[in-house]
């Protein structure tokens, strides 16, 4: 089966650096993405790695380890709309592509 | 403006009952998605679909329904058989990047 790891919740105050951690067990990986989705509303594309290294958009990072299965979203000069739920998520070379989601961190900025 | 349209927002359904959620996208891409989320939990695959009138099977299809019948449009039904619809339903369509539907929220009464 496919499985993905991530914290439940994370807290943070405005300004400061915060990094979601993914680590994922899966057959037929392609890449590994991540998502944004505030609370009632849709998840929202933030990044994606398909090779190992990093990857910067902005004040987001998204970083990947092929060889120890694990991933990280970094997120930078925190703000209060960041707080909001973060999703990483594997694709899938089955033929289709395949996205499967791990369970979400709740990330909670405070003044 | 490109995107994915979902309706209703909210739907209450009575026991029973069979119901339709609607998801239209004007982005010509070939793959939509439906997706289940419980609260506080991650995204479930109930049905896919890569091209027009066909569609598969994902993780949790047991209850639902689909068709595909033209490009824009994936609706799911939420059958009788669906012991636990209450949840967050979430259509996608993909070209790579997944785009999201900004969901509807189905309510058993």
């Known amino acids: 089966g496919q499985s993905l790891e991530q914290p439940s919740e994370v807290t943070a105050v405005e300004g400061a650096i915060v990094q979601i951690n993914c680590t994922y067990q899966?057959?037929?990986?392609?890449?590994l993405s991540w998502y944004q989705q505030h609370d009632g509303g849709a998840p929202t594309f933030l990044s994606y790695?398909?090779?190992?290294g990093l990857e910067e958009t902005g004040r987001f990072s998204s970083f990947l380890s092929r060889s120890d299965s694990y991933g990280y979203l970094l997120l930078q000069e925190l703000q209060m709309k960041d707080s909001a739920s973060y999703f990483c998520a594997v694709y899938l070379n089955t033929g289709f592509q395949k996205l499967v989601f791990g369970t979400g961190t709740r990330l909670l900025v405070s003044p | 403006d490109g995107g994915i349209t979902q309706s209703p927002k909210y739907l209450f359904r009575k026991e029973g009952q069979n119901v339709t959620l609607s998801c239209e996208q004007n982005l010509n891409h070939d793959a939509m998605y439906w997706y289940r989320q419980d609260p506080g939990q991650g995204l479930r695959l109930i049905y896919y679909s890569q091209i027009v009138n066909d569609f598969q099977k994902g993780d949790i299809a047991e209850g639902y329904s689909v068709s595909r019948e033209k490009k824009e449009s994936f609706p799911l039904t939420v059958t009788s058989a669906q012991k636990n619809p209450t949840a967050f339903y979430l259509c996608a369509s993909s070209m790579g990047r997944y785009f999201f539907g900004s969901g509807t929220r189905l309510t058993v009464v």
């Open positions: 790695n398909a090779l190992d």
């Open positions: 899966t057959s037929g990986f392609y890449g």
